[in-house]
């Protein structure tokens, strides 16, 4: 049985995948179906890396087996609702990633799935410790903590991590080979210490 059957471009179609009810260590079940790529269509949009591609778990998209990376799965498994379905766009599965056309198509559509999903959820990956926990908790409480004028502090200190710096390739292993009681970052006049990163 054949997983996926060709998109309508006059009808600008994707696929969505449709995350069914379970328990947490059930088994992943989906259902895959089209629909037309417009304003008002219920939606979430996965934000993730595929991590190691090699390593792979099996879920079921309607009755039929589909490997997907280690970090989706985990990723349906915390996602999933013990009562409820889901409606999700996650490019591994909603893109028939065999068909090069195709691919090629949808993500140039990305653009598009994102700005009209009625949600986004962006995945890190499963907690490692009990301080993973304590970040988030820590992030949320900040963010209440925080009125207008210091809104605009976090809105600069986010600035600071958007500049091209941090997007180098090299810069973790930079950062890493100095000691680290001797590394500072540097932002014009100001100076602050690197462990305080």
């Not at 591609?53 to 799965?73: F, G, Q």
């Not at 499963?126 to 809105?155: C, H, I, N, W």
């Not at 941090?166 to 210490?193: H, N, P, S, Y």
């Amino acid at each position: 049985m054949a997983l996926y059957s060709p998109l309508t471009s006059e009808t600008n179609e994707i696929r969505l995948l449709v995350l069914l009810p379970d328990e947490f260590d059930a088994q992943v079940r989906c259902e895959l179906y089209h629909d037309e790529l417009a304003p008002g269509l219920a939606f979430t949009a996965l934000s993730y890396t595929w991590r190691d591609a090699k390593i792979r778990k099996a879920i079921t998209v309607n009755e039929v087996s589909l490997d997907v990376t280690t970090n989706l799965h985990d990723a349906l498994q915390h996602m999933r609702d013990s009562d409820e379905s889901r409606t999700l766009w996650i490019d591994a599965v909603c893109i028939n990633q065999e068909d090069e056309k195709e691919r090629g198509a949808q993500i140039l559509r990305m653009r598009d799935i994102f700005s009209l999903a009625t949600g986004v959820e962006i995945w890190l990956g499963k907690e490692e410790d009990e301080f993973d926990a304590k970040a988030m908790l820590l992030v949320q409480k900040l963010s209440k903590m925080v009125s207008g004028t210091e809104r605009a502090l976090l809105r600069a200190v986010n600035r600071l991590f958007e500049q091209p710096w941090w997007t180098r390739v090299w810069v973790i292993q930079e950062a890493l080979l100095a000691w680290q009681d001797r590394a500072v970052v540097r932002r014009g006049e100001l100076c602050a210490d690197w462990l305080d990163f």
